[in-house]
Nanobody
Framework: QVQLVESGGGLVQAGGCLRLSCAASGSILNIGAMGWYRQAPGKQRELVAGITRGGSTNYSDSVKGRFTISRDNAKNTVYLQMSSLKPEDTAVYYC??????????????WGQGTLVTVSS
């Protein structure tokens, strides 16, 4: 069994910072791409940022320049450093990872989500 556990969400004022973490645990052989998604009330889940195992990153236009995704492969953990937060960043943030528990078979796994609320 594989688990992704997010932490670091909370309430912050506009302009503030938060750092989200997502740690994978279980019978993990390898982890491929990892990413952060978010879902605001009444909206579809959207990609925020992604990172390959080698460290290549991509960001949605709405967070580019404000958020930074990183990962620690030794700890099976992905991070999202969020700065200059805006009220429109308010959402439940989910991490996703492509995880292999047997050779060359990667499956998508999702965390349970962590709520980020940005007050104006």
């Amino acid at each position: 069994q594989v688990q992704l556990v997010e932490s670091g969400g909370g309430l912050v004022q506009a302009g503030g910072c938060l750092r989200l973490s997502c740690a994978a645990s279980g019978s993990i052989l390898n982890i491929g791409a990892m990413g952060w998604y978010r879902q605001a009330p009444g909206k579809q889940r959207e990609l925020v940022a992604g990172i390959t195992r080698g460290g290549s990153t991509n960001y949605s236009d709405s967070v580019k320049g404000r958020f930074t995704i990183s990962r620690d492969n030794a700890k099976n953990t992905v991070y999202l450093q969020m700065s200059s937060l805006k009220p429109e960043d308010t959402a439940v943030y989910y991490c996703k990872a492509e995880i292999a528990t047997i050779p060359s078979r990667y499956l998508e796994h999702w965390g349970q989500g962590t709520l980020v609320t940005v007050s104006s």
